[in-house]
């Protein structure tokens, strides 16, 4: 699992950050979009595992890499 991944996956905003997020226009769920958002990435990352492992070599191999290494890392 990735650092991001695993940093959002246990993420637990504290009331204030709830109500503030809340309140703004258009309410929002907070913990529900940390949820959204950590679901998000981890099937991102899976998408393009499967493209690294179809594409071939070339520039193109190379940036879905350098992505994958970044929201590895």
Do not use: H
Not at 2 to 25: D, M, P
Not at 36 to 64: D, F, H, K, M, Y
């Amino acid at each position: 699992m990735t650092t991001y991944v695993a940093n959002l996956g246990v993420l637990t905003l504290t009331t204030a950050e709830k109500n503030a997020v809340a309140s703004a226009v258009g309410y929002e769920d907070a913990q529900g979009m940390i949820s959204a958002v950590n679901c998000s990435l981890q099937e991102t990352i899976i998408q393009l595992t499967r493209l690294a492992g179809i594409i071939p070599a070339g520039s193109n191999l190379t940036a879905i890499n350098n992505v994958l290494t970044l929201l590895q890392s």
